[in-house]
């Protein structure tokens, strides 16, 4: 049940909202159609309505806060930066910009030492792909299929994602490919070896059938995210390093939302012990306190700009404020172990929690996933593995997700749900007893998508 929280004040929600609806433009909706939640206040795993209504964000956000919000300590860092220097140009050496840029250096795999700093991870992604195609002197691009990096223009162009079909601009240069999900093969195939064997095998194919020599960049997120948490099989990504090595194309991992914990290791790229040349990140990086990205850069590819200019830059490159609450958000992370806590959450309480609902409810057809970073596929059909709803559903035909979704949120969970899945992707400091209260939500909102099924 809904737990009430703050005071209860309707009137000023309603206020909030009516203003909401005459002057807000938001992202992704058709404007008439949308009842936007007025939302007073957020605490760590939690946020609340003016009418008293308290929601667990199983979405972190869109899979941002991973430190929950109001975090005492990156309030007060961006509280101090304002106060001392609240804000500056790009070509200047400042100390939050530099100490931001040596903590995720440190972090970040290999010699992927430079940080060229952007407001988010579109231009995370814009900016990889502009320094892959001039440090190779190459085009094409390829992506997966089953991907978001982003709306601006090449980032869309390259997403894979059906929310890319409206604006793609059918750009020359970007070419998709197939990367292995073994519960929906593109390759037919059985196992993870085989998938893995067979997804290298079709990359290679699309590599030497567009011309090894006319393409810049593979960009691939280590995890896919917004997709559906596709987590790779072992020897993969290894393959594709491998393949770009050959062909001297650069690889791009897409971190912006696998990146800074959400998998249990501070870059999903260890899990799988591969060295990218470019990698993008965003959200986690300050837990989205204020908007951030970045691109990591390998040696190899800043030298290429070592007496040449990047062609490239932002007037909020490495903007003060966001650079200090990257500071607090990375220095209090690695002090209070909240890596470590996304890894246990996900191997003690989110793992083995969502997989008992899975064997209880018909209408899960997969769960999969690390750390705190978990898909929920759900279907009409186990057998078949029918989508509980079609692929791109709107209208009427999203009608079992709309109810699953309003089942949740009726017990008190804010879900991440994307076509025929809900995520399960909760601040890396959820506690156990959080998490354990998000899967009862769950647990009874599966009952509503059970109905659905056959
Ligand atoms: N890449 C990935 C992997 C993402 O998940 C996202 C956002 N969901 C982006 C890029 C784009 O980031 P932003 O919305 O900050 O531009």
């Given at each position: ?14 206020a909030v909202k009516a ?23 957020a605490e760590g795993s ?78 995370a992604v814009e900016n ?327």
């Amino acid at each position: 049940p809904l737990t009430p929280y703050a005071a209860p004040d309707p009137q000023a929600g309603a206020a909030v909202k009516a203003t909401d609806r005459a002057h807000v433009f938001h992202s992704w909706s058709a404007q008439e159609l949308i009842d936007p939640l007025a939302v007073a206040g957020a605490e760590g795993s939690y946020f609340w309505d003016y009418e008293g209504n308290r929601y667990l964000d199983f979405a972190s956000g869109l899979v941002f806060t991973n430190i929950g919000y109001q975090h005492p300590k990156v309030v007060a860092a961006i509280q101090e930066q304002a106060g001392k220097l609240a804000t500056f140009a790009p070509a200047f050496a400042l100390e939050a910009r530099s100490e931001a840029a040596r903590l995720i250096a440190e972090r970040t795999p290999g010699d992927l030492d430079k940080i060229f700093f952007t407001n988010g991870g579109a231009e995370a992604v814009e900016n990889a792909i502009r320094m892959a195609r001039v440090h190779t002197g190459r085009p094409k691009v390829l992506s997966a299929y089953r991907s978001y990096h982003g709306a601006t223009t090449t980032a869309i162009n390259l997403t894979g994602d059906p929310r890319r079909w409206a604006s793609d601009s059918g750009a020359a240069g970007v070419v998709r490919f197939w990367a292995p999900f073994l519960y929906r093969s593109p390759f037919y195939s059985s196992t993870e070896q085989e998938e893995c064997a067979r997804a290298l095998d079709h990359l290679e194919s699309v590599i030497a059938h567009e011309g090894p020599g006319t393409i810049a960049a593979v960009i691939l997120e280590t995890v896919p995210g917004t997709a559906g948490i596709m987590v790779p099989p072992p020897g993969y990504l290894a393959g594709v390093r491998e393949l770009c090595d050959r062909h001297g194309i650069v690889f791009v991992a897409d971190e912006v939302m696998a990146g800074f914990g959400r998998t249990g290791r501070w870059f999903a790229t260890e899990h799988f012990d591969v060295v990218p040349d470019l990698l993008t990140f965003a959200k986690g990086v300050n837990s989205g306190y204020v908007p951030l990205g970045g691109v990591a850069i390998s040696g190899a590819i800043a030298d290429t700009f070592a007496r040449r200019p990047y062609p490239g830059g932002l007037t909020y490159s490495g903007h003060p404020l966001a650079c200090a609450a990257a500071v607090a958000t990375i220095e209090l992370m690695a002090e209070e172990g909240i890596v470590e806590q996304a890894a246990h959450l996900g191997d003690a309480v989110l793992g083995p929690g969502l997989r008992e609902l899975a064997a209880r409810h018909p209408s899960v057809g997969e769960v999969r996933g690390l750390g705190a970073f978990w898909a929920v596929e759900l279907v009409r059909d186990r057998e078949t593995r029918e989508p509980l709803v079609p692929y791109n559903a709107t209208g009427e035909a999203n009608a079992p997700m709309a109810a699953f979704a309003a089942a949740c949120r009726k017990n008190g969970l804010w879900p991440f749900v994307n076509m025929n899945r809900t995520h399960a992707v909760p601040p890396l400091t959820t506690s156990e007893a959080e998490a354990k209260e998000g899967l009862a939500a769950l647990d009874a909102a599966l009952a509503v998508a059970d109905e659905h099924t056959v």
